[in-house]
């Protein structure tokens, strides 16, 4: 299994960037799919997410109505669109997988079995 992360970059504050993660080895559409990311001196922290099977989305609450997660079943890809860019929103951003995850456990981040190696995302002001 493998989870590549890329579309980092440095962007001024406000403006917008795309994150793909594209996965290997499994079916998206079968999987939790989350966005995770590291500040720097920070804990990791849950970002947002798109559950199996549907199409239900969780965001953290410092991004909601910025950032939407979304997923590309033909290419076996999620997205996460990240609009009005705050230089708070700086780190590297994972991409995780795992199955069987429920409304209650999207946000556990530790338990996510697959991870993808990071992409570093850099907001100036």
């Not at 950032?67 to 033909?74: A, E, H």
């Not at 190696?117 to 002001?125: A, F, H, M, N, R």
């Amino acid at each position: 299994v493998q989870l590549q992360a890329s579309g980092g970059g440095q962007v001024q504050a406000g403006g917008p960037l795309r994150l793909s993660c594209v996965a290997s080895g499994l079916t998206v559409s079968r999987y939790t799919v989350a966005w995770i990311r590291q500040a720097p001196g920070k804990e990791r922290e849950f970002v947002a997410a798109v559950k199996s099977g549907g199409s239900s989305t969780y965001y953290a609450d410092s991004v909601k109505g910025r950032f939407i997660v979304s997923r590309d079943n033909t290419k076996n890809t999620v997205y996460l669109q990240m609009n009005s860019l705050k230089p708070d929103d700086t780190g590297v951003y994972y991409c995780a997988a795992d199955r069987g995850r429920i409304t209650s456990t999207v946000r556990m981040i530790s338990d996510y079995n697959y991870w993808g190696q990071g992409t570093q995302v850099t907001v100036s002001s």
